[in-house]
């Protein structure tokens, strides 16, 4: 076992894990945040992209004792209270950004530093930046249409 | 290096996971030792250097994108680093894993051997640097030995009056290319073809530099004509496609053929435009 220090949502975490435990199963299993979803364990489908230092990554790819240190943000941490969604969230919801929602979490953490970096982006950037996360249910068209709306409101603030 | 040298053939160096992680996920690989190189802060710089532009081999392929000195010196690296992967594969992964792995599919391999750049290997007691052309030595095979590290890639600046292209074909964007090709040219004063050179992903066990058909165009123009030519010959004689789920052999040397038209177009332009 080894010991592991690192913020999670703000909040700072000690445990003693395996070397081998993923970073996701770490946040699931150890931390309870079963936001960030599982599909493939190898890096293709996005489902459990997380914020590694403030940019999106796949935890699925990451060894918990990695993260020693540095700081995390899982779809736990977007909103800013019970009562309020975060403005991507938001969106998500007005627009029918998912369906099942298997997806959703690794989408969102995705497009928070897509739309920090570039804050008014085209319907063809967003796809691009979208190809790194399989949904098989919405055909993908209201994700985009989510993620416009998103940047409206966002630079709205 | 003390680990290493220890445990030479069973230890692994974990860079950036996202081609080790995966294959150990699914029990293909099971070192019994990992080294993480993450927290060797100075295995990750770039930096010019005369006429060189050096790289630590932990520098992150999100890092090269973005670099300035990289966008100006060597275009042709900055142009072609975003078909690797996704933006979050990109945060992670390293420059060096990427040469190290040696997959004939990456782009990065097939890079280094366009631009003529040298890797630096090191053990315990010695360094040394290998020419990129002599590096990669078949399928997921390199000539590093099991005790030695990739630290550095040292990348030559483009020459004055070349032009760059680099194009591949991906069954959807990030994904590995079906075929890719980086093609660079370089003029004379006289606008006269000096040296060109073609290189492939996907065309064989690693990387193919299409010598003998970039010797065709030396001392020429380029035309439409020997530009074909040369795609022709190159794409029929000089690749050695195995085809996969997504493309046959046919197929690939078809797209070979095209995007090599393409993309010496493309540079022959573009060192015109540098004139
Ligand atoms: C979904 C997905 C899509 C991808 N698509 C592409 C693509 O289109 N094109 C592409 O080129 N790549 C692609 N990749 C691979 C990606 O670019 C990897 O990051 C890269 O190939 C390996 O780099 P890494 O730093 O993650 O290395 P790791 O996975 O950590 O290591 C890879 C290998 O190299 C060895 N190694 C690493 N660093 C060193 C070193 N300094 N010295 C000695 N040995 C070392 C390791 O022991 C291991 O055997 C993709 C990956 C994923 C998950
Ligand atoms: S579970 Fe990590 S990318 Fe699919
Ligand atoms: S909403 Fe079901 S996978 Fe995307």
Known sequence: MTQVTLTVNETQYTRD???????????RHEL???GTHVGCEHG?????????????????????????????????????????LHPLQQSFWEAHGLQCGYCTPGILMTMIPFLRDN??????????????????CTGYQHIVDAVKLASEKMREK | MDLLSQHAGEAKILAGGQSLVPAMNFRVVQPSLLIDLNRVAELSFIREEGNVIRVGAMARER?????????????????????????QIRNRGTIGGSIVHADPAAELPMLMVALNARLKGKNKSAERWIDAKDFFEGMFTTALESDEILVEIEIPFMPPRTGWSFMEVAPRSGDYAMMGVAALVTLDKEGKCNSAKLVYLN?????????????????GTLSEKSIESVAVHASENEINPFGNIHASTDFQRHLAKVLT?????????????SQ
């Not at chain 1, 997380?50 to 941490?77: K, N, Y």
């Not at chain 2, 064989?204 to 030396?218: K, N």
């Not at chain 2, 038209?261 to 435009?273: D, F, I, V």
């Open chain 1, 17 to 27: 894990v395996e070397p081998r435990m993923l970073l996701s199963d770490f946040l």
């Open chain 1, 32 to 34: 309870g945040l079963t």
């Open chain 1, 44 to 84: 293709v489908c996005g489902a459990c992209t997380i914020l590694f230092d403030g940019e999106s990554m796949r935890s699925c790819l990451i060894f918990a004792v990695q993260a020693d240190g540095h700081s995390v943000t899982t779809v736990e941490g977007l909103a800013p209270d019970k009562d309020n």
């Open chain 1, 119 to 136: 804050p008014n982006p085209t319907e063809d950037e967003i796809r691009h930046a979208l190809s790194g996360n399989l949904c098989r």
């Open chain 2, 63 to 87: 890092h090269l994108e973005f670099d300035a000195s990289i966008e100006k010196r060597i275009p042709l690296l900055h142009e072609a680093v975003p078909n690797i992967a996704h933006p």
């Open chain 2, 203 to 219: 065309a064989g066990d690693g990387p193919v530099d299409a010598a003998a058909s970039t010797q065709m165009l030396a001392g």
């Open chain 2, 261 to 273: 038209q393409k993309a010496l177009k493309q540079a022959a332009q573009r060192a015109g435009e």
